[in-house]
């Protein structure tokens, strides 16, 4: 089920800062490959150099995003970067759904290994890196994701 999102009510709650940001970055091309994914929306935004994958969505009845950025979003999770794909995602007319999902997470089955063609492309990706460059990228994201190094630490220590 898609819902309707109030896009004058949603830019009206923003903090002044968080939208005068987004703006920028709408203004400056920095939201490239704007794609629906689990539900929501997801694109690459380029911030002072800088690349970000933030996704916009809906979660548990709550427009939500979720980015790699080091900015604290608050409890919604809409820094700039979310919101300048959100609102990218609303003047491109995506359709989301009433419970997404970030990034497509559903997409692949950690229990059986069953995914789907872009679960399958990005395992294919892994496996042709050497050892070192898959070391280097892992890193690389835990110390962008805080979420994502807590599960690295989790697994190493199982």
């Given at each position: 089920m898609a819902v309707?999102?109030?896009?004058?009510?949603?830019?009206?709650?923003l903090p002044a800062a968080v939208?005068?940001?987004?703006?920028?970055?709408?203004?400056?091309?920095?939201?490239?490959g704007l794609e629906e994914v689990g539900g929501g929306a997801r694109a690459v935004v380029t911030d002072g150099g800088d690349r970000f994958e933030p996704w916009v969505g809906v979660i548990d009845r709550v427009f939500?995003?979720?980015?790699d950025c080091p900015a604290d979003p608050?409890?919604?999770?809409l820094c700039a970067h979310a919101v300048a794909v959100a609102l990218a995602a609303f003047d491109?007319?995506?359709?989301?759904?009433?419970?997404?999902?970030?990034?497509?997470?559903?997409?692949?089955?950690?229990?059986?290994?069953?995914?789907?063609?872009?679960?399958?492309?990005?395992?294919?990706?892994?496996?042709?890196?050497?050892?070192?460059?898959?070391?280097?990228?892992?890193?690389?994201?835990a110390l962008r994701d805080p979420g994502f190094a807590a599960r690295l630490l989790e697994l190493r220590d199982a």
């Open positions: 309707i999102i109030d896009v004058p009510a949603f830019r009206e709650s939208a005068a940001a987004a703006e920028r970055l709408l203004t400056e091309d920095a939201v490239a939500t995003g979720d980015c608050g409890a919604d999770g491109d007319g995506v359709k989301f759904a009433a419970a997404g999902v970030p990034h497509g997470d559903e997409e692949y089955d950690d229990e059986t290994g069953e995914d789907d063609g872009a679960a399958a492309e990005i395992r294919r990706a892994a496996e042709g890196l050497d050892p070192r460059e898959l070391t280097e990228l892992v890193i690389g994201q």
